[in-house]
Nanobody, 123 residues
């Protein structure tokens, strides 16, 4: 069983920064690819970023490339999402998710999800 807890959300003005964290209670954390997804009001959940277990590979949605950075600390069982140059359209609930041995941005492949953390960006 994998338990994920996100933190770090909040309200910022356009152009600001936030750092999200996702703490995982799981054995062999490094065997899991970790993804960040988000869901804006009235919209479907969408992929944001993905990192492999060893941190050797990352993937980003086009909408966040160059502004967001995903990273992880396997010793701390934690994955991060550094969000810079935030825009009002980044407003959403952000979720982290775990996929053992996988490498995909497709949310249906992720079996474990956190409860989400709200990010609100005002103009």
């Amino acid at each position: 069983q994998v338990h994920l807890v996100e933190s770090g959300g909040g309200s910022v003005q356009s152009g600001g920064s936030l750092r999200l964290s996702c703490a995982a209670s799981v054995r062999a954390f490094s065997s899991y690819s970790m993804g960040w997804f988000r869901q804006a009001p009235g919209k479907e959940r969408e992929f944001v970023a993905l990192i492999s277990g060893s941190s050797s590979s990352t993937m980003y949605a086009d909408s966040v490339k160059g502004r967001f950075t995903i990273s992880r600390d396997n010793a701390m069982n934690t994955v991060y999402l550094q969000m810079n140059s935030l825009r009002p359209e980044d407003t959403a609930v952000y979720y982290c998710a775990a996929d053992r041995w996988g490498w995909t941005s497709a949310e249906n492949n992720y079996h474990y999800w956190g409860q989400g953390t709200q990010v609100t960006v005002s103009s």
